[in-house]
């Protein structure tokens, strides 16, 4: 039903910045709530961020709270994480994912659908 690529992923030293996007496409678009993972080599996959279907209730790991922001394009449902103030542990494959039943936004169980997946490398 729902199709999300992501995009943006790249290499950049620790304090810098990198925006990923989240382009979805698909049937009842609008209804689905979108998350970011991020998955490191040998962890686990953990929550990130999420936004809601109109963009009204957004939630954040703390690790990455104040220096990463979601935000959504109501134009086209796009989702974007922009992260600032990059540091090595934020290093991992980053997913996007939608959901149409969310309510904590960070547990990965709560999604039904996933991208492919793009690769963040902060190193110095």
């Known amino acids: 039903q729902l199709q999300l690529v992501e995009s943006g992923g790249g290499l950049v030293q620790p304090g810098g910045s990198l925006r990923l996007s989240c382009a979805v496409s698909?049937?009842?678009?609008?209804?689905?709530?979108i998350g970011w993972f991020r998955q490191a080599p040998g962890k686990e996959r953990e929550g990130v961020s999420c936004?809601?279907?109109?963009?009204?209730?957004?939630n954040y790991a703390d690790s990455v709270k104040g220096r990463f922001t979601i935000s959504r394009d109501h134009a086209d449902m796009s989702v974007y994480l922009q992260m600032n103030d990059l540091k090595s542990e934020d290093t991992g494959v980053y997913f996007c994912?939608?959901?149409?039943?969310?309510?904590?936004?960070?547990?990965?169980?709560?999604?039904?659908?996933w991208g492919q997946g793009t690769q963040v490398s902060v190193s110095s």
């Open positions: 994912a939608a959901g149409w039943n969310v309510a904590y936004g960070l547990n990965a169980t709560e999604y039904n659908y």
């Open positions: 698909g049937t009842m678009v609008t209804v689905y709530t």
């Open positions: 936004i809601g279907n109109v963009g009204d209730y957004t």
